[in-house]
């Protein structure tokens, strides 16, 4: 069993900046892609960012240039550093863990944080 915790959400201004993190009960980084997804009201949840366990990431096109993902492995933690908000990117975002072991899918979700961008 894997716990995810996130971090870091919050009110900001358009244009502002913040950084998520997300801290896992195990070192599960080698094994795991690791990815902040996100959920407006009314929508569906989408994947905004994704880091492999080989380092490769990936981001929506919504989000490319503005949004980092990264992780260090010593703390156990993913960060995604969001820098040139927008109003549209108001939502709670969730950290996640895929994995695959022994065969068996295994996937784990944080609790989720509330990330609103309003003046």
């Known amino acids: 069993q894997v716990q995810l915790v996130e971090s870091g959400g919050g009110l900001v201004q358009p244009g502002g900046s913040l950084r998520l993190s997300c801290a896992a009960s195990?070192?599960?980084?080698?094994?795991?892609?690791m990815g902040w997804y996100r959920q407006a009201p009314g929508k569906e949840r989408e994947l905004v960012a994704l880091?492999?366990?080989?380092?490769?990431?990936n981001y929506a096109d919504s989000v490319k240039g503005r949004f980092t993902i990264s992780r260090d492995n010593a703390k156990n933690t993913v960060y995604l550093q969001m820098n040139s908000l927008k109003p549209e990117d108001t939502a709670v975002y969730y950290c996640?863990?895929?994995?695959?072991?022994?065969?068996?899918?295994?996937?784990?979700w944080g609790q989720g944080t509330q990330v609103t961008v309003s003046s």
């Open positions: 195990r070192n599960i980084f080698s094994i795991a892609n």
């Open positions: 996640n863990a895929h994995m695959i072991i022994l065969s068996t899918q295994r996937e784990y």
């Open positions: 880091i492999t366990s080989g380092g490769s990431t």
